[in-house]
């Protein structure tokens, strides 16, 4: 086994042998997952906490069940609301968490780099959940399976990144983990959604769709969040459609056999036209779901061994 | 007080921008020349280096309000362990310095606890909130030095225009801030590859030079004496040479902190080097070096900002900017000497000579008569920085753990020697 880290923090530092790790892993549970009884007990006994200071349902809902089908006691906290608005810090919380013995801290915060200084506080194993516009590290992972199982392979691909990749962390970790698997990565967005030098970051930047798809295996639509929608960022919801929104029309610019994908929740109409979402031949997004359980079954599963082994003072942590 | 004769001291003298072996007569806290003198005291200076001491512009001493992260006290320590002999305090204090009942508690407390020189700067508008003027007049007689509103930009230009006009009847130097403050809003780092990989607020380094044309406009219009806190970008830097050139009475500084380090210092999200405007390129930071060693920045400045744990334990879109700088100036300003960019007159042009002669002192000088404001130092001394070992409250250096040359080895403020009390005090 070669994942050796005590936190997944974000894909920038894996390399890509642990990304396979990962993935292979996941893919058993994704078996299991289809199965009738679908419980492992890599987890059991291990508490488990997933920590939202930003609004998720999807993410933290996954990570729930991905935790539960391992045989972890699972506890949720919404933290938008309470504790920060009483003046605590993120450490502060950190500590009182920390202070119960927890295994696996699941987090979600709104601001960069926060779920990085939260796990040098504590003793357990931390997993980003999304962490501002950083990183996304499971999304990342579960699109590269779906990825996988559609395509058959995980590199020499051509793969679009559409929309607001300036605010997005699932770009962020979507491009890190699709260039160390040396695949050909595309950004296509209006300016003034794409990070100013994002051609720096070894890929390929377009500004127009018809361009960015040309002979893409996979296309991959970002959500637009709605409050950048309207004369802040783009003139409108409908003029962004027009340009940046994959229809029939754009999508045919791609591999006649590309995949569409997509993080969720999807702005039908906005970033993406409804008929394309709902082609069962084309688009993967319920895979992407599905897959989300089985990576974050994967990833603690992994963490949870590093873990174990730490505590039993082999010293691997790193 | 007595008289003190240097000997065996390497000079470094800004004003004639030389450096010799040589002796420095003292007498009566002034300097008297290079001779001999009868019955004085003789301090061997052991071929190390006597400048004059350092002055810096825009220290934040966190007295009134937040006591807790520096007093005149801890900040006068620090300042004299870093060879700093005048420290230009900044008005952001909690109230702000924007009356003369709030500037003559300051100066107060400066006298009873701070061994160095320190010159209060008051706010250029009340409570700094950029719409109305502070008592520029009653606060110039009260002893203000200069008149700014720090890192908060007046962003009515109608309020600074009248603001410049009014505080250039009155011959006073204003000192501004320069990033245009909508764009600027919210920027915890510099737009580039690095703030987007990190997925950080960023801000065009443009927009400091959008402030500085803003400011260099009103300038022109108003004939007020200004002087820009930092200049930190290679865009802004033309701007100010060619309004230099146009014989405008504006100057410009830069902090330590962006000659010696740059945005990717940042790293995994470390706070110590969050500060305002954020760390630049390394393209931005070789530019204004060279602007340094030109002449045309004037000033280094520390822009001592002490911060407790607190306020920097936290994401970095939250944390608090600011780093100290006052026992760290000296160190890392060698790193411009040692990395061959400039030479120890030309360094001390910028951190004593000419702010001294922007503010009008006699200070910055080793002829006869300035007064006797000296640093001894050895530009060569290594030593690897303990944070806690440094005299602030605060501990927000950037320089933790860092490998540096240059220890300060003796400091007299007018002759008085405050650095061995300094010794025994601690």
Known sequence: MSFRARHLLGIEHLAPDEITTILDLAESYAELNRSDIKHGDALKGLTQINMFFEASTRTQASFELAGKRLGADVMNMALGASSLKKGETLIDTALTLNAMHPDLLVVRHPHSGAVSLLSQKVNCAVLNAGDGRHEHPTQALLDALTIR????????????????????????????????MENRVRLVAPPTLMPSQASEWGVEVYGSMDE????????????????RMDGAFIPSEREYFHRFGLDAEKLAHAKPDA??????????GVEIDGTIADDINRSVIQDQVEMGVAVRMAAMDLLARNLKAARA?????V | MGQILFQNARLIDPETGTEALGSLAVRDGRITGTGGMEGAEVVD???????????????????????????????????????????VTRPDTLPAIDTPEVLEFVRRRANEAAPVNVLPMAALTRGREGREMAEIGFLLDAGAVAFTDCDRVVANTKVFSRCLTYAASLGVLVIGHCQEPVLSEGAAATSGKFAALKGLPSVSPMAERMGLDRDIAVVEMTGARYHADQITTARALTRLERAKAAGLDLTAGVSIHHLTLNELDVGDYRTFFKVKPPLRSEDDRIAVVEAVASGLIDVISSMHTPQDEESKRLPFEEAASG??????????????????????????????????????????????????DLVLFDPDAPFVLDRFKLHSKSKNTPFDEARMQGKVLGCWVAGRDVFTDLGAES
């Open chain 1, 149 to 180: 199982r559609a395509k058959g392979r995980l590199h020499r691909l051509t793969v679009a990144i559409c929309g607001d990749i300036a605010h997005s962390r699932v770009a962020r970790s979507n491009i890190h983990l699709l260039g160390k």
């Open chain 1, 212 to 227: 960015g798809l040309k002979d893409a295996d996979v296309v991959m639509m970002l959500r637009l969040q709605k409050e």
């Open chain 1, 259 to 268: 995949i569409v994908m997509h993080p969720g929740p999807m702005n039908r």
């Open chain 1, 313 to 317: 003072g082999e010293g691997v942590l």
């Open chain 2, 45 to 87: 200076c052991g071929g190390k280096c006597l400048a004059p001491g350092i002055v810096d512009i825009g220290v934040k001493v966190s007295e009134p309000g937040e006591r807790h992260k520096e007093s005149f006290r801890s900040a006068g320590r620090a300042a004299v362990a870093g060879g700093v002999t005048t420290m």
């Open chain 2, 323 to 372: 780093a100290i700088g006052l026992e760290t100036l000296l160190p890392a300003a060698m790193r411009l000497v040692h990395g061959g960019h400039m030479d120890l007159p030309t360094l001390w042009r910028a951190l004593s000579l000419n702010p001294s002669r922007r503010l009008g002192l006699e200070t910055g000088r080793l002829s006869a008569g300035a007064p006797a």
